[in-house]
């Protein structure tokens, strides 16, 4: 199967959904509906859940099953209150310390008019800088697509874990062959250069775990594709209770330091020198 | 003028091929000297630009200008200590078979420059981003320098001062660049957790991936006039929705009026507020 092939199953529109996975797979459920500032965003599910006797505080983007549902919930493209949304969860996941599990499916925030004038840019800077530093395990699993920034808002933790043929990317590739060749025909060749399937993933280092999904992909088997994603959370989740919080920060915080991808020339010498001439 | 020498001197020559050639080297002679101006039309003279910082003189509009401009205007001369290293792209995902790895190597220099330096006599850590290095682009080297400058405040308990200009996250490094986002978070903290400062200028354009971490974490934000800041651009906007947005659509002062940023500074006031800033936060206890 080539990228563009993973792409197709990640936007499938029988493809479980971050609620689908919360019905399979939980056993309570209590919703937290809005930004507690004059606004529900249904792109964003969050609440408390149960798993295998196990309390959680889960986050998702939400596509939504079925058209009318689909555009209700604006095809898993939140605005600003829907970051808002989660993030009250994860203040909350905090207070009472429960583990934070993150359902990431989204092709990216809402570029909206709406959205950028009530700060969509702000609000997933707001996400990104309080999952860097909350006081509970954070675990993310991607289930389906990756879309850049409105993606790791929801997307940042202590252990990534990916679906097989979920993606993540920071452009979609429609978007990037239309960037690169003025063409938005070329996206199966952008799929396979952006490097956005779950193997390449984890080549890269950038995720933990690849959940399978069994033949025919997640669509297909949606039970047996919650019950492996289930059976993933809980390992991990298990290892990170252990750890305390001082120590799971520190692990956090050097796990995000390791994904250095540069190349260092060594200067003429070490530290800082008068050197504002070399400027361009 | 030394151009109308020109034109009588090629005159002579005669051809019809030549004329073409002619008014070709007249061109490029004036794009030279002259460039138009986006924000009035009118045509303006280089050299003048670069004297009034790169603000129009006709309507104020604010060009883009080099690291090296703005460092040159911001900070007391001299002070502006670059630090040493050079930290290039590792290229993870072997774009176009290597095309990117060796456009950014002739290069030879990153998206963004650090280092220590003082606005009236308040010292800081710089971080300025250069448009001219894949539109100012955050790659993961970026990241990296960016991190660095972090750990210097953090070493020489100075507060941090980011000039930002730049399209996004670089598309041609994919999520390794994306992940940039996150890692530039986890700086930031180590700042927040020294108790110092971080003041960020978002400069035209201020957009995508960078807009939506670290630029818009800052204690205190302050814009350029007219500065494009936003996550999505008018472009994809209107490619998703069908809507032109309106021509003031996420520039600085909208987002001024709705609270997003504390204050649009033109270029020849920014000395007097950010070094302003930086002296009341230096008498801190």
């Not at chain 1, 939980?26 to 964003?44: H, L, N, Q, T, W």
């Amino acid at each position: 199967m080539d990228a563009w092939n993973v792409v197709a199953f990640s936007r499938h529109p029988q493809r479980p959904t971050a609620a689908d996975f919360i019905e399979l797979a939980c056993d309570y459920f209590f919703e937290i509906k809005g930004d507690r500032s004059g606004a529900d965003d249904p792109s964003v599910i969050a609440g408390m859940v149960t798993m295998c006797g196990e309390r959680l505080a889960v986050a998702g983007h939400e596509k939504g099953s079925g058209a009318t549902e689909r555009k209700r919930r604006n095809m898993g493209m939140p605005g600003p209150r829907g970051f808002a949304k989660a993030l009250r969860l994860f203040k909350l996941a905090e207070k009472l310390s429960l583990p934070v599990l993150c359902l990431v499916d989204t092709p990216g925030a809402y570029p909206g008019v709406e959205a950028e004038e009530h700060g969509q840019a702000f609000a997933i800077s707001r996400n990104l800088a309080a999952l860097a530093s909350l006081k509970t395990p954070v675990i993310v699993a991607l289930i389906g697509e990756g879309g850049s920034g409105g993606a790791l808002a929801l997307g940042v933790g202590d252990a990534v874990l990916m679906m097989e043929n979920a993606t993540f990317s920071v452009i979609s590739p429609e978007g990037c062959s239309s960037i690169l060749w003025r063409d938005a025909g070329k996206a199966r060749e952008a799929a396979e250069m952006l490097r956005l399937t779950s193997r390449d993933m984890l080549e890269l280092d950038l995720i933990d775990a690849v959940v399978p999904e069994g033949p025919g992909g997640a669509h297909a088997q949606p039970v047996a594709a919650a019950l492996n994603l289930r059976k993933s959370v809980l390992e991990h989740l298990r290892a990170l209770s252990a750890l305390p919080i001082p120590s799971l920060l520190e692990r956090r915080k050097e796990r995000y330091r390791r994904l250095a991808f540069f190349h260092e020339v060594p200067g003429d010498e070490a530290g800082l020198s008068v050197s504002a001439g070399r400027l361009p | 003028m030394t151009g109308q020498g020109e034109i009588r001197e090629r005159r002579a020559e005669g051809s019809a091929a030549c004329a073409d050639s002619r008014i070709v080297s007249l061109r490029d002679r004036a794009r030279r000297l002259w460039t138009r101006c986006p924000g009035c039309g009118l045509e303006v003279e280089r050299s003048g630009l670069r004297a009034s910082l790169g603000v129009c003189p006709h309507c104020g509009f604010h060009h883009r200008i080099s690291v090296g401009e703005r460092a040159g205007y911001l900070f007391d001369p001299g002070s502006f200590r670059v630090a040493d290293e050079i930290i290039l792209t590792a290229d993870p995902l072997c774009f176009q078979g290597g095309a990117y790895r060796r456009e950014a190597q002739e290069l030879g220099r990153e998206a963004m420059a650090y280092g220590t330096a003082a606005v009236r006599g308040s010292s800081c850590v710089a971080a300025l981003m250069d448009f001219s290095v894949f539109g100012g682009s955050m790659s993961a080297a970026v990241g990296e320098i960016f991190r660095r400058a972090c750990a210097l405040g953090v070493e020489h308990g100075l507060p941090l001062l980011a000039a930002v200009c730049s399209g996004g996250v670089r598309v041609q490094e994919g999520a390794p660049a994306l992940m940039q986002m996150a890692r530039v978070m986890f700086a930031l903290e180590e700042l927040s957790e020294a108790r110092l400062p971080f003041i960020s200028l978002l400069c035209d354009p201020s957009c995508g991936g960078v807009a939506a971490s670290f630029a818009t974490a800052a204690d205190v934000i302050l814009a350029e006039p007219g500065a494009l800041i936003c996550f999505s651009g008018p472009r994809v906007v209107e490619q998703t929705l069908g809507i032109k947005p309106e021509p003031d659509f996420s520039r600085a002062e909208s987002l001024l009026e709705r609270g997003l940023v504390d204050m649009v500074v033109p270029r020849p006031r920014q000395r007097e507020v950010i070094g302003g800033l930086l002296a009341f936060f230096s008498e801190r206890g």
